[in-house]
């Protein structure tokens, strides 16, 4: 037997229906919690109906459970991105825009590997557009709402609350990870917060949603970009300017400013040392040309700086 969520090409139903029928779907990300139009699924699929022998998966993220007398029982959890229903008028984006964006990740995906990003094993053509099978990952994503946002419940703050050193273990993801992108030529679009899965457990963080990310560097055709203006550099706020490493290298400056300072750029918020200090303050000059010129730029720093 075979994972069918693995092997299938092609459906005639709803994905909803397909993943039903596969395995048990735990988490559902719709309307309720995304605004993007896109419906998400975390589906569970039992080990015994499709692998003869534990040895012979190769899947990660199984969870062992003791069932009864002495029968242990596996499952493998996925996260299963789709475009969501094509009628639903409510979304921003069309159901046609939405499907383009999915499929932009799976060029991403394919195009690095990296232990922060959360394998893309498959995708399956549906009627509703692709249902993008990615591994499931463990942890808690570090958006708050603004209401939330000073909630030191929250994970956000629990996150900014770490020490210092398990803060910079993260942001080494971050930053790697987007040098790597960089150097495949992907400008990153939309980066925030809601953008990241910190597990707490095991200090783990992934990276999720980088659907929005670009080929090359662009213009700025929108006014204000998609994003969140914690994150965002003056250019994306500019329509007609330009949209490169440059702005990316913003965003990694004002990551660090809100994980190890106050989201301001003051000297006695952070939590870093000077040199730390130095490369955040540079990374978010307001001009582009004086930041560092590029992600390769800024990583070699960063890494100096952290020593
Ligand atoms: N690989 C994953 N494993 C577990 N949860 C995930 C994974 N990817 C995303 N999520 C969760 O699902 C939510 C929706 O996914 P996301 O890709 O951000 O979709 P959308 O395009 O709707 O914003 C995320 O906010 C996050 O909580
Ligand atoms: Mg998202």
Redesign the pocket.
Known sequence: MSNLLLTTKCIECSPRGFLESVGNIFAI?DAQ??D?G?I?Y?VEVEHARYCVSARKCSAPNRSARNGTGSTTEFTDRF?V?TAGNPDDPAPFLPHSARVALLRNGVQLAQSIQHAAL?RLYHAIESPHGPLLV????EGE?LHARRAQRADAQSAYQRFRHLPVAQIGRALEQIFEVHWALAAKNWIAVDFYD??L?YDFAQHEL?L??L?NYHQGPFVNSMGRMFGSSRFMAPEEFARGALIDQRTNVFTMGRTMALFLGDGTLARHAFRGDDALYAVMLRACRKEPVQRFSSMAEFYEEWRKARG
Not at 134 to 137: A, F, L
């Open positions: 990300f919690t995304q993007s896109n998400s975390g996260f991105k959360p990615y591994d499931w990952v994503l809601g953008s899965i992934h999720v949603d659907d």
